[in-house]
T-cell receptor, first 118, second 108 residues
Framework: GAVVSQHPSWVICKSGTSVKIECRSLDFQATTMFWYRQFPKQSLMLMATSNEGSKATYEQGVEKDKFLINHASLTLSTLTVTSAHPEDSSFYIC??????????????FGPGTRLTVL | GQNIDQPTEMTATEGAIVQINCTYQTSGFNGLFWYQQHAGEAPTFLSYNVLDGLEEKGRFSSFLSRSKGYSYLLLKELQMKDSASYLCAVGGYSTLTFGKGTMLLVSP
C-alpha cells in the first residue's frame, strides 16, 4: 500500500521558536496532502488542505500565518509552526491521496509528529 | 456541516465479534471510511464504503446505509492487538471529517 513518512517523529522546542515538519509520499504522487492535529483523547481535526503548486486551504479557526504550509512537489509538503507556544503542543499528522490510483478518495496517513513546546 | 456519532468506548473478549456503529448527518457525502488508531500512532486505513451494502475484508467488514446515514464496522475473531480506537470518517467533496472514535478494549 501507499506509504507516507513524516519527519521528525517527535520534537521538543522552546516557546517562541519555529518548527518545520515534513510529510513525504514515498511510493506515489500526491497532488493533495492534508494536515491534521490531534489533542489527547480527541479526534483528528483537519487544519488545512495542501495542493501541489498552489496555496493551502485552511479550515476555519486555523491561523494561516502561524501554520505555514508549503507543497512544493508531488511528494513533499511541509508544515511550519511559527512562534510556537505551549498550547501548540499536539500530535500533528499528515495524510496524502494517491493521485494516480483509481481509488482517489482514500487518505493514507503518516506516522505523526509529536510536538512539545516548553 | 458534518455531525458524526459513534460510541465512546466498547469492551469485548478475545475471539468474540464486536460491531461498532456510526451515524452521520452531512451536507455532502463522498464515502464513509473506517480507520484504526493505536495510542500514540497515526490512523491506519481499514475500509471504504460509497455504495450501500457490506464490504468484507478478512476479519473486518463494514456496512453502509446511505438512506439511514448509518454504518458499522464488524470485527470478528477478536485478538488482543485489536485493542485500539476506531474512527469513522465521512468524505466530503475533498476532505474527511472524523468522528471522535470508539475505544475498543479486548480482554482475554
Amino acid at each position: 500500500g501507499a506509504v507516507v513518512s513524516q519527519h521528525p517523529s517527535w520534537v521538543i522546542c522552546k516557546s517562541g521558536t519555529s518548527v518545520k515538519i515534513e510529510c513525504r509520499s514515498l511510493d506515489f504522487q500526491a497532488t493533495t496532502m492534508f494536515w491534521y492535529r490531534q489533542f489527547p483523547k480527541q479526534s483528528l481535526m483537519l487544519m488545512a488542505t495542501s495542493n501541489e503548486g498552489s496555496k493551502a486551504t485552511y479550515e476555519q479557526g486555523v491561523e494561516k500565518d502561524k501554520f505555514l504550509i508549503n507543497h512544493a512537489s508531488l511528494t513533499l509538503s511541509t508544515l511550519t509552526v511559527t512562534s510556537a507556544h505551549p498550547e501548540d503542543s499536539s500530535f500533528y499528522i499528515c495524510s496524502a491521496r494517491d493521485a494516480t490510483s483509481g481509488d482517489t478518495d482514500t487518505q493514507y496517513f503518516g506516522p505523526g509528529t509529536r510536538l512539545t513546546v516548553l | 456541516g458534518q455531525n458524526i456519532d459513534q460510541p465512546t468506548e466498547m469492551t469485548a473478549t478475545e475471539g468474540a465479534i464486536v460491531q461498532i456503529n456510526c451515524t452521520y448527518q452531512t451536507s455532502g457525502f463522498n464515502g464513509l471510511f473506517w480507520y484504526q488508531q493505536h495510542a500514540g500512532e497515526a490512523p491506519t486505513f481499514l475500509s471504504y464504503n460509497v455504495l450501500d451494502g457490506l464490504e468484507e475484508k478478512g476479519r473486518f467488514s463494514s456496512f453502509l446505509s446511505r438512506s439511514k446515514g448509518y454504518s458499522y464496522l464488524l470485527l470478528k475473531e477478536l485478538q488482543m492487538k485489536d485493542s485500539a480506537s476506531y474512527l469513522c470518517a465521512v468524505g466530503g467533496y475533498s476532505t474527511l471529517t472524523f468522528g471522535k472514535g470508539t475505544m475498543l478494549l479486548v480482554s482475554p
